[in-house]
T-cell receptor, first 116, second 113 residues
Framework: NAGVTQTPKFRILKIGQSMTLQCTQD?????MYWYRQDPGMGLKLIYY???????DKGEVPNGYNVSRSTTEDFPLRLELAAPSQTSVYFC???????????????FGPGTRLTVL | AQSVTQPDIHITVSEGASLELRCNYS??????LFWYVQSPGQGLQLLLK??????LVQGIKGFEAEFKRSQSSFNLRKPSVHWSDAAEYFC???????????FGAGTRLFVKA
């Protein structure tokens, strides 16, 4: 049971490039989330999903896109990378045996992205 | 508006000393409260959570937290801090039928020998 896995761990992008951050969970959780973490700012929700085929915007969705074709996978797409997207990105999932979306979230190890 | 405030950006305690990290929340519905810990270079890990019942909850690694509805607080405590407790700690609130959890900005704990 690997939990939540994220790839890559690190990435440097040039301004205007695009990339996809991968996230996979093996806990059969319905709810999945993407956060960005900037120093001193805590976690900001980018997008979330309540099940396969259903996604919605969080606090800071601009410049990002998501899809959820399966329960396990929730990739985050950055189009036209900008320096403001330099951050650490975390994927999380929740809603295990309790079925409650607001129950404990399980986090991946994060992706550190730098845009130059 | 829903929010979580952690008033202390960073705290330094001596090894073996007691610890209290503060958390205040503003939430319109019945809050579900969490404390997470983040070690350097890692994702967040749940320390403990409060949904209902006894307002003093026990967590992993010897931590406990007390829910005080009248003060809208959920402070984290540990009687004796170990050097391995140095990390960043996040308070969070969710519930009310929503899908989102709101995180505080975090408190970084430094432990001195």
């Amino acid at each position: 049971n690997a939990g939540v896995t994220q790839t890559p761990k690190f990435r440097i992008l040039k301004i205007g490039q695009s990339m996809t951050l991968q996230c996979t969970q093996d806990m059969n959780h319905n709810y999945m989330y993407w956060y960005r973490q900037d120093p001193g700012m805590g976690l900001k929700l980018i997008y979330y999903s309540v099940g396969a085929g259903i996604t919605d915007k969080g606090e800071v969705p601009n410049g990002y896109n998501v899809s959820r074709s399966t329960t396990e996978d929730f990739p985050l797409r950055l189009e036209l990378a900008a320096p403001s997207q330099t951050s650490v990105y975390f994927c999380a999932s929740s809603g295990g045996t309790s079925g409650r979306p607001w129950d404990e979230q399980f986090f991946g190890p994060g992706t550190r992205l730098t845009v130059l | 508006a829903q929010s979580v405030t952690q008033p202390d950006i960073h705290i330094t305690v001596s090894e073996g000393a007691s610890l209290e990290l503060r958390c205040n929340y503003s939430y319109g519905a019945t809050p579900y409260l969490f404390w997470y810990v983040q070690s350097p270079g890692q994702g967040l890990q749940l320390l403990l959570k409060y949904f209902s019942g006894d307002t003093l909850v026990q967590g992993i690694k010897g931590f406990e937290a007390e829910f005080k509805r009248s003060q809208s607080s959920f402070n984290l405590r540990k009687p004796s801090v170990h050097w391995s407790d140095a990390a960043e700690y996040f308070c969070a609130v969710g519930g009310g039928g929503g899908f989102k959890t709101i995180f505080g900005a975090g408190t970084r704990l430094f432990v001195k020998a």
